[in-house]
């Protein structure tokens, strides 16, 4: 009992440390390579949550029989815990590249396997496994480095859509640490005040100023200024996207209510990027409107960018929580529109004010005939939702003439500005 798992019978960690060892033992002895696959069921809590913990249960067992059907003789099949197992494959080729195609090999076969549907009880169930594989033979590694490399390779599978395997990469390591560490930092960059707000002009047809897109960056101690894509998202999958998120809303309302007390700039409109952690909030609204609320702006000056992946998931909330901001007299702009789903089934129904042409089809719509005919598509099935239409990425003055023949008047790009501090922003607007 102190070895074996009481629910599959299989080995239990203590002894799959136990085992483990001696084959790393063994193979520094032979030279010849072994592997481990460490095994997570794709969506078990679904099934656990749905159909109950014995049919749960009766899952695990049946894994566990088929599991035994894939390895030979003299492996070592265990259950970590919970939805976990770990196949410990010993006398694989002493070439490397040989070994990774044995252990591949047998992955596959627990992929295919795992993969044929479950009939328990009444219920037919389909599931698939996300394996994680690493090699050893040098004898350098401890067993916990090792189990490690599997269960980090395991998440690299997840990450790569599930069902699927993925062998370590001591390269992926290296970027896991890098990644801990940056998020520990940015756990401590908000109390720092090392988020800073970057300012990018939006203008019209005559290249006044409309507004700005508040871009968030990072002055980091060490690393320099650093852009969304180095942080953002490490952000959303950490969690830290929430804080850093309302960071930039508040931010941006005190920036709204300095520019309403300036006849130059009242008129302005900020856009900031909302995130899809964000918006699923149960209290999104309500927080949108406590800000504004609390630094007294017109909410018609801020306009909230999403993404058309964010809008088609739970339809009637998104719908439910636009509303409730439209009355508010909050603006939403479709950003990186095009390159999504672009249904026009979803978008009659959403109370989104603008279009953001996505600068993918502004780069080459000199020259690109498809862009062209898409640029023109959003710009029609904008005015006939009555809609505003931006175009961003606008880098020259023949990508701004083109965009005004074919009806698009507002624009946003580095042929007006480039993302600047707040202080170079109001000089370049007091300039035009």
Same mark, same amino acid.
């Given at each position: 009992?102190a070895?074996?798992?009481?629910?599959?019978?299989?080995?239990?960690?203590?002894?799959?440390? @136990?085992?483990?060892?001696?084959a790393?033992?063994?193979s520094?002895?032979?030279?010849?390579?072994?592997?481990?696959?460490?095994?997570?069921l794709?969506?078990?809590?679904?099934?656990? @949550?749905?159909?109950?913990? @014995?049919? +749960?249960?009766?899952?695990?067992?049946?894994?566990?029989?088929?599991?035994?059907?894939c390895?030979?003789?003299? @492996?070592t099949?265990?259950?970590?815990?919970?939805?976990?197992?770990?196949?410990?494959?010993?006398?694989?080729?002493?070439?490397?590249?040989?070994?990774?195609?044995? =252990?591949? !090999?047998?992955?596959?076969?627990v992929?295919?396997?795992?993969?044929?549907?479950?009939?328990?009880?009444?219920?037919?169930?389909?599931?698939?496994?996300?394996?994680?594989a690493?090699?050893?033979?040098? +004898?350098?590694?401890?067993?916990?480095e090792?189990?490690?490399?599997?269960?980090?390779?395991?998440?690299?599978?997840?990450? =790569?859509?599930?069902?699927t395997?993925?062998?370590?990469?001591p390269?992926?390591?290296?970027?896991?640490?890098a990644?801990?560490a940056?998020e520990?930092?940015?756990?401590?960059?908000?109390? !720092?005040?090392?988020?800073?707000?970057?300012?990018q002009?939006?203008?019209?047809?005559?290249? *006044?100023?409309?507004?700005?897109e508040?871009?968030i960056?990072?002055q980091?101690?060490?690393?320099?200024?650093?852009s969304?894509?180095?942080f953002?998202?490490?952000?959303?999958?950490?969690?830290?996207?929430l804080?850093?998120? *309302?960071?930039?809303?508040?931010m941006?309302?005190?920036?709204?209510?300095?520019?309403?007390?300036?006849?130059?700039?009242?008129?302005?409109?900020?856009?900031?990027?909302?995130?899809?952690? *964000?918006?699923?909030q149960?209290?999104?609204?309500?927080?949108?409107q406590?800000?504004?609320?609390?630094?007294?702006?017109?909410?018609?000056?801020?306009?909230?960018?999403?993404?058309?992946?964010?809008?088609?998931?739970?339809v009637e909330?998104?719908?439910?929580?636009?509303?409730?901001?439209?009355?508010y007299?909050v603006?939403?702009?479709?950003?990186?529109?095009?390159?999504g789903?672009?249904?026009?089934?979803?978008?009659?129904?959403?109370?989104?004010?603008?279009?953001?042409?996505?600068?993918?089809?502004?780069?080459?719509?000199?020259t690109?005939?498809?862009?062209? !005919?898409?640029?023109?598509?959003?710009?029609?099935?904008?005015?006939s939702?009555?809609?505003s239409?931006?175009?961003?990425?606008?880098?020259?003055?023949?990508?701004?003439?083109?965009?005004?023949?074919?009806?698009? =008047?507002?624009?946003q790009?580095?042929?007006?500005?480039?993302?600047?501090?707040? +202080?170079?922003?109001?000089?370049?607007?007091?300039q035009?």
């Amino acid at each position: 009992m102190a070895f074996y798992d009481p629910l599959t019978g299989l080995p239990n960690r203590r002894l799959l440390l @136990d085992r483990l060892n001696h084959a790393i033992e063994a193979s520094a002895r032979s030279g010849k390579e072994g592997a481990v696959l460490y095994i997570d069921l794709d969506d078990f809590k679904t099934i656990n @949550d749905t159909l109950g913990h @014995d049919l +749960g249960d009766h899952l695990l067992k049946e894994v566990a029989v088929r599991l035994a059907a894939c390895v030979r003789k003299g @492996d070592t099949i265990a259950r970590m815990g919970g939805d976990e197992f770990v196949l410990v494959l010993e006398d694989l080729n002493e070439q490397i590249v040989e070994a990774a195609a044995q =252990a591949v !090999a047998i992955a596959d076969k627990v992929l295919s396997t795992l993969n044929s549907p479950y009939q328990l009880g009444q219920h037919e169930i389909f599931n698939s496994p996300s394996i994680g594989a690493t090699l050893f033979v040098d +004898g350098r590694r401890t067993i916990d480095e090792i189990l490690k490399q599997a269960d980090i390779a395991m998440y690299q599978a997840k990450k =790569a859509g599930r069902n699927t395997v993925r062998f370590f990469d001591p390269q992926m390591q290296i970027n896991i640490n890098a990644r801990a560490a940056l998020e520990t930092e940015m756990r401590h960059a908000l109390d !720092a005040e090392q988020f800073r707000l970057y300012y990018q002009i939006q203008v019209d047809s005559d290249a *006044q100023p409309l507004g700005a897109e508040a871009l968030i960056r990072w002055q980091h101690p060490a690393r320099g200024l650093l852009s969304p894509d180095q942080f953002i998202p490490l952000a959303e999958e950490s969690g830290l996207i929430l804080p850093i998120g *309302q960071w930039v809303l508040d931010m941006a309302c005190k920036q709204l209510q300095l520019w309403e007390r300036d006849p130059v700039t009242r008129e302005l409109a900020l856009s900031i990027n909302v995130s899809a952690k *964000q918006f699923r909030q149960a209290n999104f609204a309500e927080r949108i409107q406590a800000t504004i609320h609390r630094h007294g702006i017109n909410p018609r000056k801020l306009k909230l960018e999403l993404t058309e992946s964010m809008l088609i998931e739970e339809v009637e909330d998104t719908i439910s929580k636009m509303l409730v901001l439209k009355h508010y007299g909050v603006r939403f702009s479709l950003d990186d529109f095009g390159t999504g789903y672009s249904s026009l089934q979803y978008l009659k129904r959403l109370p989104i004010d603008q279009l953001k042409i996505d600068q993918s089809f502004i780069r080459d719509i000199e020259t690109d005939s498809s862009d062209q !005919a898409i640029v023109s598509t959003i710009i029609a099935m904008a005015k006939s939702l009555d809609l505003s239409v931006i175009a961003e990425g606008v880098e020259t003055e023949i990508q701004r003439r083109r965009l005004l023949r074919k009806g698009c =008047a507002n624009y946003q790009g580095y042929l007006f500005g480039k993302p600047v501090p707040i +202080g170079e922003f109001e000089t370049l607007v007091r300039q035009r």
